[in-house]
């Protein structure tokens, strides 16, 4: 997969895919579900993914809480699985933002990148001020000579699918919800960072991982699916893990730390991936250490029983 992050400089080789348009946080089911249309609406053509970063909710509110479901890196990985042959991951700034809708159009989607054919979902907005809509860019396909493919909303059991429905779920403990809006466990990546090594101390080890700039999780225990994506420890493993600010020891920065199950090794610096899949409990305070310990046991037991059913 190319990644292209400059619509005015693109090579020949570059121009002519058939692209999804959208922000893709997450890569959701409804995501997959506009990528699959643009690789059959134009056959022999790359197929591409026109996104934005940062995310224009981040742009034009950069001090608003975090909401991100995943991280640019993560999204470009997620997209690579999927297949995708170019990732134009334009740089959402005053410029781009400025543009009136047909100007959109005709700089970014013919002039810059020379797409063949765009895919949007049904509530696709885009240009100054969102004035933009579906309908709007179908016309303007007509006009400049490039197709444009509106794809109907995703539901699900529990209504539409979407990125905001999937923090909802997240946000109230409900890690299955999402996995099933997402077509994929949730899932937090990155490297694991040095700690205050006190679940060493307690006789859980855990790998800690920043959840910074990410929308975090409800807080508490999990049981989690983990992928050690590299070094001499890469595979799969069942784990716990603690998402929050640890009450026990002072408030501190939000993160996650993981226990992994019939472990031993050093994962200082190694890149994982923790799947959420159930929520076990609330983040707490116990009365002393050995109160903490008698549940973290229980916790892992309880993170066992349901991941040994999977």
Request: overall charge negative; glycine content about 12%; aromatic content about 8%.
């Amino acid at each position: 997969m190319r990644i292209i992050r400059d619509y005015q400089f693109v090579t020949p080789e570059d121009r002519g895919a058939s692209a999804a348009i959208g922000n893709f946080d997450g890569v959701h089911i409804g995501h997959q579900s506009v990528i699959e249309l643009a690789r059959k609406a134009a056959p022999g053509a790359p197929l591409g993914v026109m996104t934005f970063e940062p995310h224009p909710r981040e742009y034009f509110a950069p001090d608003a809480p975090p909401f991100r479901l995943v991280s640019a890196a993560t999204r470009a990985h997620r997209l690579r699985k999927l297949g995708i042959e170019r990732l134009y991951e334009l740089p959402f700034n005053t410029a781009l933002a400025g543009l009136e809708p047909r100007a959109f159009a005709e700089q970014v989607i013919v002039k810059g990148l020379g797409l063949r054919h765009v895919v949007v979902g049904a509530d696709f907005c885009f240009g100054k001020g969102r004035a933009g809509t579906a309908d709007d860019l179908r016309r303007f396909g007509e006009e400049l000579g490039f197709g444009v493919t509106i794809a109907p909303l995703v539901t699900g059991g529990d209504g539409q699918v979407s990125s905001t429905n999937i923090r909802l779920a997240l946000s109230e403990g409900r890690p299955r919800d999402a996995a099933a809006m997402l077509g994929h466990w949730h899932r937090i990546d990155g490297p694991v960072i040095g700690g205050e090594q006190r679940g060493r101390e307690l006789g859980f080890p855990t790998a800690n991982m920043s959840i910074e700039g990410l929308h975090p999780p409800k807080f508490g225990v999990y049981a989690v699916l983990v992928d050690v994506l590299e070094g001499p420890h890469a595979g799969t493993y069942h784990g716990a893990a603690s998402i929050g600010v640890r009450p026990m020891f002072g408030e501190n920065r939000p993160n996650i730390e993981t226990y992994l199950f019939d472990f031993s090794g050093d994962l200082y610096g190694t890149a994982l991936s923790v799947g959420l899949v159930d929520y076990l409990r609330p983040e707490q305070r116990f009365d002393g250490l050995e109160a903490l310990v008698a549940q973290m046991t229980e916790d892992c037991a309880t993170a066992r029983t349901i991941l040994d059913q999977l």
